[in-house]
């Protein structure tokens, strides 16, 4: 099934708004903004429980926002950092393509194929009732899977290319999960910002 439109790269889905600009930035701004985060960013690996077990989370994660607001999930409360110049530079890009203002940048640095990020939905409270989520890959590319909840031929893959933009909006958090799953392929690492807005409470 095609799920992209060949005008406005929209993807095909119920219950769901969904944008791919696979060209959003060029190779060489990508890369370059890839070497940047790489080095300047604090990235740090917290632990995760499952089933009663703790395990260091497979990815390594960064919080960035402008209003102080933390960011919790899976029981990890993360407090974030200012913008810097570059997050700044990369906010408003794709603010511009968006039409929406965000507040907050969570950040996943997948090391190799065994890093992931297991299925889930950005549907936290602190997000709000339809939250707008703007995700730039930078770096290897890698597979995107999305599933609806409750329809179960609704299963789709797309491989999120560096400088690729993905803008999930409406109620797809209601009803869809996602995941970028492991591989046993050789890959190199991959980057992706995911904007969002987290208000004051």
Avoid: C
């Avoid at 060029?26 to 077990?53: C, M, P």
């Avoid at 730039?136 to 995107?144: D, I, K, P, Q, V």
């Amino acid at each position: 099934m095609n799920l992209i439109s060949n005008e406005k790269k929209h993807l095909i889905l119920p219950d769901a708004e969904v944008i791919y600009i696979p060209g959003f930035y060029s190779s060489e701004k990508a890369r370059h903004y890839f070497n940047i985060l790489k080095t300047s960013v604090n990235w740090q690996q917290d632990d995760i429980k499952i089933f009663g077990k703790t395990y260091k989370q497979p990815r390594l994660t960064a919080l960035h926002s402008n209003n102080g607001q933390t960011y919790s999930y899976s029981n990890i409360v993360m407090t974030p950092e200012v913008f810097t110049t570059e997050l700044i530079e990369i906010k408003k890009d794709v603010e511009a393509v968006s039409k929406q203002n965000f507040t907050t940048v969570l950040l996943n640095l997948y090391r190799d194929g065994n890093d992931s990020n297991g299925w889930h939905a950005d549907n936290e409270k602190e997000l709000g009732k339809n939250p707008v989520i703007a995700s730039l890959s930078l770096g290897e590319a890698r597979w995107f899977h999305f599933k609806h909840r409750t329809i179960s031929d609704q299963k789709y893959k797309l491989l999120l290319e560096s400088g690729s933009l993905l803008i999930m909006k409406g109620s797809m958090q209601h009803h869809w999960l996602h995941q970028i799953p492991k591989t046993k392929k050789v890959v190199g690492e991959r980057m992706n910002l995911t904007f969002r807005t987290i208000e004051i409470v």
